[in-house]
């Protein structure tokens, strides 16, 4: 793959040929998912090397228009008959995989337990075993886990991430860092106290025994050596906090805000633009799907819509009889040339949306309104072709 290191990027291609990891943000509805696969369908087809689509959002529509049956945690590749049945010759090879919140806990805990003691205890933990998944940001920092551990492997090229909507997004930021504050907080200590120093464990057991009978037998108990168990790791999180946040931060890391020109969705990328500028993390591109098509704001375009509308029995004169009656005619094309009217005036308040979104960016890329459903990998390279345009 190559690769262009200097200058800003002008296009898609170049903000893809020029980065190691690409990061799309946006809400939910705006074609993220989708965008993100098509972005990976491009770069494997013109770009060349190993492109990886990492999907933190569970939807399983990245699956099905790629050709798969199923993948997960482990990545899976996109055949090359796949392609050849989209009509594709790829420079380089696609694969895809779906973030397994347990599987990447366990393989996590496998990693930076300090020994097998203590591993062993952690993966038997009944606290452990019910509620990794609704764990304190656990989604959000196992997926800052396992994109790191991907991206430190050096065995892609090119990995591009589908992370939740706009607001957990943040979360996904954020996640390292509120992961390590949390295992070094008051609560965790006030709660741990009472396992760690007889005396206080006296002192309290009434309390803790009225608790475990209304939450369970054993229940606090459980809390307190789970959370003591992963101390023990505390140094290792950390460290790795760390590393992950240096990653998001280089230029070999982009953001790819996505978002349609609605004014929920358009909010929701102002905002995450703004907070991408505040962390100072690099934000290479703006995605806008679902606009509006160019003609609608083209003059000679729009000239022959007024004539429609304002003229439409003069011009409904001119049409052969075998069309229709006269005035039929005449209210079709009236109808017609209202109707684009309209849409233009949607189309100019999209154009000063864009504008005002698209002054952050580097690149701001347009994908229209498309007849049917993304399902195939044909469908991605349709929207790809228009990203990458």
Known sequence: MSARRGGEAATLDQLLAAKEIVVTCGSGGVGKTTTAAALGTMAAVHLGGKVLVLTVDPARRLA???????????????????????????????????????????????????????????????????VTGKFVQSHDYIAMERLYELHTSGVYDLIIVDTPPTRNALDFLQAPERMAEFFSSRLLRWLL???????????????????????????????????????SMYDGFVQRARAVERVLEERRTTFVVVSTLEASPAHEADFFIRALAERRLHLGALVLNKVLPAYLLDPDATRSATRLSADASAVAATVPAAVGEEAMVARVLKEVGDSFLHFQVAAKREATQRAELGSAPEVVASVPYFDTDIFDLAGLARVGEQLWR
């Open 64 to 130: 099905s228009a790629m050709g798969l049956e199923r993948f997960g945690n482990v990545e899976v590749q996109v055949s090359p008959e796949t392609f050849a049945a989209a009509g594709l010759e790829p420079r380089g090879e696609l694969w895809a995989a779906m973030l397994d919140t347990k599987q990447s806990w366990d393989d996590l805990i496998r990693r930076h337990a300090p020994d097998a003691k203590t591993r062993d205890a952690i993966l038997a933990n009944p606290l452990y075993q019910n």
């Open 193 to 231: 106290a009472p396992y760690r120093s007889r005396f206080v464990n006296a002192a309290s057991r009434p309390f803790y025994q009225v608790a475990d009978r209304i939450l369970g037998s054993a229940f606090l108990q459980d809390i307190a050596e789970f959370f003591i168990l992963f101390q």
